[in-house]
């Protein structure tokens, strides 16, 4: 299995501009999660999607920030417009909810690399 | 709202040293713990899941132990090697969610 899988790599970009971010999470995976880190606030999640519907999007800084699961194998977050305070390294997860009806969270969390974000 | 400290943020052992991250959360009402691993300019990789109804996980050189009622867990690496440098983060998912809250990690650098 290739993982989770983000592109791009790395992103350096104006303020103002649109950012998009992309993630492929592993085959078979229903949860997928988008992380935000920084050195201040540490991990932190944004939003997390079940069967491609957002579950909480409570970790959403704000308006500016919105992400979409279009299907299983692909989602975006999309920052508009950037500012220098969303430089980042955001990440995206996914995880399998199990054969129960409920999470069993006996599941870890498959991390993708990751996307270095730097607005100027 | 969970809190998770990690302690300490940076820590320097020679190689061949045994040694103990610490993990502390402030709900002890948690399903489970985990412990990742990040490489610079990588994204986390699980070392350990500790259930609630267990007291410790091993894998190879990592043990990892889970005390609910005191809000702990600690990592313990036996013989340290240099591969071992990284970042140990831990984390615990919200009452009923798959929200993981983090602490924000330790440094580890192995020295040879």
């Known amino acids: 299995d290739a993982g989770v899988i983000q592109s791009p790599r790395h992103e350096v970009t104006e303020m103002g501009q649109e950012v998009t971010l992309r993630c492929k999470p592993i085959?078979?995976?229903?949860?997928l999660f988008w992380y935000r880190q920084t050195m201040m606030r540490g991990l932190e999640l944004l939003i997390y999607?079940?069967?491609?519907?957002?579950?909480?999007d409570s970790g959403m800084p704000e308006d500016r920030f919105s992400a979409k699961m279009p299907n299983a194998s692909f989602s975006t977050l999309k920052i508009q417009p950037s500012e220098p305070r969303d430089s980042a390294v955001y990440f995206c997860?996914?995880?399998?909810?199990?054969?129960?009806?409920?999470?069993?969270?006996?599941?870890?969390?498959?991390f993708g690399p990751g996307t270095r974000l730097t607005v100027l | 709202k969970q809190e998770v400290t990690q302690i300490p943020a940076a820590l320097s052992v020679p190689e061949g040293e045994n040694l103990v991250l610490n993990c502390s959360f402030t709900?002890?009402?948690?399903?489970?713990l985990q412990w990742f691993r990040q490489d610079p300019g990588k994204g986390l990789t699980s070392l350990l899941l500790?259930?609630?109804?267990?007291r410790e996980q091993t894998s190879g050189r990592l043990n990892a132990s889970l005390d609910k009622s005191s809000g702990r867990s600690t990592l313990y690496i036996a013989a340290s090697q240099p591969g071992d440098s990284a970042t140990y983060l831990c984390?615990?998912?919200?009452?009923?969610?798959?929200?993981?809250?983090f602490g924000k990690g330790t440094k580890l650098s192995v020295i040879p």
């Open positions: 997860a996914s995880t399998p909810s199990g054969s129960s009806p409920k999470p069993t969270f006996t599941d870890t969390q498959y």
């Open positions: 085959s078979g995976h229903d949860y």
């Open positions: 999607f079940n069967n491609n519907v957002p579950i909480d």
């Open positions: 709900d002890s009402a948690i399903y489970n």
């Open positions: 500790i259930q609630s109804s267990q």
């Open positions: 984390a615990v998912p919200g009452a009923g969610s798959y929200q993981l809250t």
